[in-house]
């Protein structure tokens, strides 16, 4: 018997590296995206194409389209539907036919290879190898937390596997730094002086925590723990980064609307 999957936002950074992971794992995807397939770098299930043919994308915006979209998600009959869009959330689950869905709200920051490059870390490791200055500022002491994609993707398979229907489960981890000592881990993991890349500005505020809220749920109730060390998934980043960096020097570090 066939495992189907439907992933609403397929095309988003969680929503690909989930159609990755699910495909990885033998499940036959439907993936809805309002966008276009996004370039190479950044779609993780184009990495790797042998599972390619258990893939069925459509291309429609479910906030402007819900009868069209519960249509076909009714008609494909997945098992599980997980919702990976990042532009709000799409009222549509009561009218789904007994499938349970999962919203993906991570309660912390996700960062990996295949992240739009004005985001934090990759924007970092792009900026030292393109040799362009970062800019540290007020509130850059601030505590943070930063969980890898790859263990947000089995926390979602693992709530998928054991949750409880219309329970919240955030996912994060126990780990968390300030931007000036990422910012100096990432250039360590490089090889290159902080002293180098950075320019000042401002004194930072006090310190405050992200991150954490009722992570015990996640991680006794499912027994989940994430288990990519920050320095390792960094050098994911870094890896990926080298390998993609003739095309995403081409990308512009900074958010533009």
């Keep these: ?31 809805l995206n309002r966008s276009t397939k996004k370039s ?28 069209k979209t519960i249509n076909i998600i009714n008609e494909y009959q997945p098992h599980r539907i997980i919702h990976c869009a990042d532009d709000g959330r799409i009222e549509i689950h009561d009218e789904l036919e007994n499938q349970p869905s999962i919203i993906v709200t991570p309660a912390t920051h996700v960062y990996g290879p295949g992240q739009q490059v004005h985001k934090l870390i990759p924007k970092i490791v792009l900026s030292i190898l393109l040799e362009k200055k970062i800019p540290l500022h007020n509130g850059d002491d601030a505590m943070q937390s930063f969980m890898h994609i790859n263990d947000l993707t089995t926390g979602i398979f693992q709530v998928a596997s054991q949750g409880a229907p219309g329970k919240i489960y955030p996912l994060t981890t126990n780990r968390v730094i300030s931007i000036c000592e990422l910012v100096a881990l990432i250039c360590n993991r490089m090889n290159v002086r902080l002293e180098d890349i950075v320019t000042l500005s401002g004194n930072p505020p006090g310190k405050t925590v992200d ?31 080298n390998e993609w960096l003739p095309a995403l020097k081409n990308y512009s570090l900074d958010l533009k609307n």
Aim: charged share 20%; no cysteine; aromatic share 8%.
């Design 1 to 31: 018997m066939k495992r189907k999957i439907a992933i609403i936002g397929s095309h988003s950074f969680e929503g690909s590296h989930v159609v990755h992971h699910a495909l990885s794992k033998g499940f036959h995807v439907l993936g």
């Design 211 to 241: 991150g954490g809220l009722e992570k015990v749920t996640a991680h006794h109730e499912l027994d989940w723990q994430p288990t990519i060390e920050l320095e390792e998934g960094i050098d994911s980043v870094i890896a990926w980064a």
């Design 40 to 67: 190479n770098p950044f779609n993780p299930y184009n990495w790797k194409i042998g599972y390619k043919h258990n893939l069925i994308l459509e291309q429609l915006d479910a906030n402007d389209h819900p009868t």
